[in-house]
């Protein structure tokens, strides 16, 4: 179980939220296992340095292990970093939301009941690609009270890299008496420039206070300083900028107006309330030229700490065990290999049961649609009251990734006729309906339309083991080979436009040539009658190709070409293939990534009996999403809806829609918006309710349901005039800030918060995401 406890050095403010209660015993986890709430607002993107600081510390436990010796522990990086507020450009799920443990060395001492707890960390990560030890020093002398809502504590901590004798990052937090001071300097801050934050704060509980922040960037000869001064009390809070003006925020959680944005949701059993965990994988140590090393491997492959060298394959590594409160290995054989072959498995539902659903769709030729430009994805859905589907923003692509914007010809809705995909049926994505392709079959619709069947896929990972796999597999649209792969990432220049055969890039009209695969083991070889694997992780090379900096993943691949033959050639009479062929006729088809990341290749372990531990895949639930309780709050036009969702293991349940609103205003906004203030938020929260807040797993034709309950979620208020603020008294005044001369460097043996030497520790982990493991 995940701790996600408050902590003294929490600043963000809480707010409380109802639930009704159900069948599980009271002392289940569904009912124990805490919630917390992070009040997302302008500020937030700065004073989240503070909630991911709070969230590292706490996930060491240095409090609960209090003179027992220096230990290991693993830190998510991926949860702490969710703590820290910021705009995003999408929703992100599956691999870039599996673990990714970065470790700690702790040290946490106490002289006495009546002495401060002292605790020293060494902990490994990577900022901007270079591993960094962060040497951290807490002294904690005082718990949170009502009437010091921080505590008494004092952090501070420098990281340096192995190259570096000075600290890329510096910085202090410190409270008492109702204050907290926080100051940071970070050379890696901004995108790589340098920046400066600081800020202070007074509170009285959660019921009033103030503070202000300033922070200041600089990068590539430009710089820029964002201040904010603030107050709140009970029922509003107040934020001026001093440029802008100032906005006036709700406090009241059940302000329909408010939002909330869930990052992590846990799952359970309906009967018992326990959690449910799946096999995704487990702790490792491994050794490296005599030097012990922590990692983590799993259904999405290897995660080691920051600067570590990773396991060769078919080297020795010892699984960790946690069992009676103590730690014992196992011995187990990595093997690796440089890509990933992924099966989808055909699943099918009808138009009329995705209503309303976001579908992202590619239209090559818009001519008869309404819409208006060509080779564009589209955000569209499917609309039972009108039976016609619905455009309603574009997708924009650039070398950082993707984000959405509106229509560029309308500000309105665009409607357009099921008859436009008469030909060759409509393929598309959807993060709702199991977080893959779609294909809604209308070049055969059903009688009536809404009939018409919808094909979504259920995905698992193909080890080398595996009874089923095909001896050939081929390939028409998006088809890599080793040489094509070096050509596109090996070039100086951009004279070679893909990694892919060129007479396949985005091929989406009939071919009479596809290309064919062979299979060694799980690998993909070959496409050009080579035997060469069809592999590239030079992390290098495709730092040079950002578009591609999450690796290349080819088109779908089939094993029997009949599954994507589409037609004759009327020249020849040869068998013609087409790429969206596969997706209406194809019951299993595949792909395969390759890249420089850990899910683009494939790891796994081999038991004592040289037999494969199959990790489990997500598993697809279903979600009937609730009626809407007073017009359209709180799910929208989701309300009613019917989403497949994919759970990941504790605290992962992906494919909920979002949407995007200002960071400043928490109003509606593009996400791809030239402001930079895009927020990207969950659409709507599953509610914590054990009538309304379930989801249904399906197998062997038995449908089990699970309870599902949110963990951690960012609250954003619901704004009111400026007026209203004022009105209730709150005004804004600048704070005294921190400074510079405050900083201290733990690794410094001068200063008078030296940790002292590192510790070597090579005993098994004993905290992992703050749960104390033996």
């Known amino acids: 179980m995940i701790d996600r406890s408050p902590t003294a050095m929490a600043v963000l403010l809480a707010l409380a939220s109802g639930g009704a209660l159900a069948a599980p015993p009271a002392g289940s986890a569904y009912f124990t296992d805490p919630q917390q709430s992070q009040v997302q607002d302008a500020t937030s993107q700065s004073i989240g340095q503070v909630n991911m600081i709070t969230c590292v510390v706490s996930s060491m436990r240095p409090d609960a292990l209090v003179n027992q010796g220096p230990y290991n522990a693993l830190i998510d990086q991926n949860v702490c970093n969710a703590a820290k507020s910021g705009p995003a450009s999408g929703s992100s799920a599956g691999a870039t939301q599996a673990p990714n443990y970065m470790t700690a060395v702790v040290n946490s001492t106490r002289a006495s009941n009546s002495d401060p707890m002292i605790a020293s960390a060494w902990i490994s990560i990577n900022q901007q690609g270079t591993p960094v030890t962060v040497y951290a020093h807490i002294t904690a002398t005082e718990a949170p009270s009502a009437s010091n809502p921080y505590g008494a504590f004092r952090l501070d901590y420098c990281g340096k890299s192995a190259a570096s004798t000075s600290c890329l990052m510096n910085g202090y937090m410190q409270a008492g008496n109702g204050q907290l001071s926080y100051y940071e300097t970070d050379q890696g801050g901004g995108g790589g420039g340098n920046q400066t934050t600081a800020l202070a704060l007074s509170s009285i509980g959660t019921s009033s206070g103030s503070g202000s922040i300033n922070v200041a960037q600089s990068q590539n000869g430009q710089s820029q300083t964002q201040s904010f001064d603030f107050a709140y009390d009970a029922s509003y809070f107040y934020r001026a900028d001093g440029s802008s003006g100032a906005e006036c925020f709700s406090r009241d959680a059940s302000d329909p107006a408010t939002l909330f944005s869930v990052g992590q949701y846990g799952l359970y059993d309906a009967t018992s309330g326990n959690e449910l965990e799946l096999n995704s994988g487990f702790p490792i140590q491994y050794t490296v030229s005599g030097q012990n090393y922590q990692g983590y491997v799993g259904y999405y492959?290897?995660?080691?700490?920051?600067?570590?060298?990773?396991?060769?394959?078919?080297?020795?590594?010892?699984?960790?065990?946690?069992?009676?409160?103590?730690?014992?290995?196992?011995?187990?054989?990595?093997?690796?290999?440089?890509?990933?072959?992924?099966?989808?498995?055909?699943?099918?539902?009808?138009?009329?049961?995705?209503?309303?659903?976001?579908?992202?769709?590619?239209?090559?030729?818009?001519?008869?649609?309404?819409?208006?430009?060509?080779?564009?994805?589209?955000?569209?859905?499917?609309?039972?009251?009108?039976?016609?589907?619905?455009?309603?923003?574009?997708?924009?692509?650039?070398?950082?990734?993707?984000?959405?914007?509106?229509?560029?010809?309308?500000?309105?809705?665009?409607?357009?006729?099921?008859?436009?995909?008469?030909?060759?049926?409509?393929?598309?994505?959807?993060?709702?309906?199991?977080?893959?392709?779609?294909?809604i079959a209308l070049n055969n619709p059903g009688q009536p339309l809404d009939a018409t069947v919808v094909t979504y896929y259920q995905q698992d990972l193909v080890y080398p083991d595996d009874a089923g796999l095909p001896s050939a597999l081929y390939c028409v649209s998006n088809c890599p080979t080793a040489a094509t792969l070096q050509a596109f990432l090996g070039q100086s220049g951009n004279s070679v436009t893909s990694p892919f055969v060129t007479a396949t890039f985005n091929a989406w009209q009939p071919t009479t040539t596809p290309v064919a695969y062979a299979l060694s083991g799980n690998v993909l070889v070959g496409g050009d009658g080579s035997s060469t694997p069809v592999i590239d992780s030079n992390a290098a090379a495709y730092q040079s190709q950002p578009q591609f900096g999450n690796g290349v993943m080819s088109g779908h691949l089939v094993a029997n070409l009949a599954d994507a033959q589409c037609g004759t050639d009327p020249n020849t009479s040869a068998p013609q293939y087409c790429d969206w062929t596969i997706m209406s006729s194809a019951a299993v088809y595949y792909q395969w990534q390759t890249g420089p990341n850990s899910w683009n290749r494939f790891t796994a372990v081999k038991d004592a009996s040289n037999a494969f531990v199959h990790f489990d895949p997500p598993m697809q639930v279903t979600f009937n999403v609730p009626a809407n309780t007073t017009g359209s709050v709180p799910y929208g036009n989701y309300a009613g809806t019917t989403m497949i969702l994919q759970y990941g293991g504790f605290g992962n349940l992906w494919g909920i829609p979002g949407t995007c609103v200002s960071s400043v205003t928490n109003q509606p906004l593009a996400c791809n918006d030239p402001s930079g203030n895009a927020l990207y938020v969950s659409a709507f929260q599953i509610p914590f309710d054990a009538t309304q807040g379930l989801v249904t797993a399906s197998a062997n034709g038995v449908k089990t349901p699970y309870l599902v309950k949110w963990l951690d979620r960012q609250i954003l208020l619901a704004q009111k005039p400026a007026s209203t603020c004022t009105g209730a008294g709150l005004t804004t005044s600048p704070a005294t800030l921190p400074g510079a001369s405050g900083l201290e460097d733990p690794s410094d043996p001068s200063s008078s918060v030296y940790n002292g030497v590192q510790p070597t520790v090579s005993s098994a982990p004993r905290v992992i995401q703050g749960e104390v493991m033996y």
């Open 301 to 439: 492959g290897l995660s080691t700490q920051p600067g570590a060298p990773a396991p060769a394959t078919d080297t020795t590594v010892k699984k960790v065990d946690y069992q009676n409160g103590a730690a014992t290995t196992a011995s187990y054989t990595l093997v690796t290999n440089g890509g990933v072959l992924t099966r989808f498995t055909r699943e099918s539902t009808t138009l009329k049961l995705i209503d309303q659903i976001q579908l992202q769709v590619f239209i090559n030729d818009p001519t008869g649609s309404g819409l208006a430009d060509q080779n564009t994805t589209y955000l569209m859905n499917w609309d039972e009251a009108s039976q016609q589907f619905v455009a309603t923003g574009e997708m924009q692509c650039a070398a950082n990734g993707c984000q959405t914007g509106p229509l560029s010809n309308s500000s309105t809705p665009i409607a357009i006729s099921p008859s436009f995909w008469s030909v060759s049926g409509l393929q598309g994505w959807s993060p709702s309906l199991g977080g893959g392709n779609v294909f």
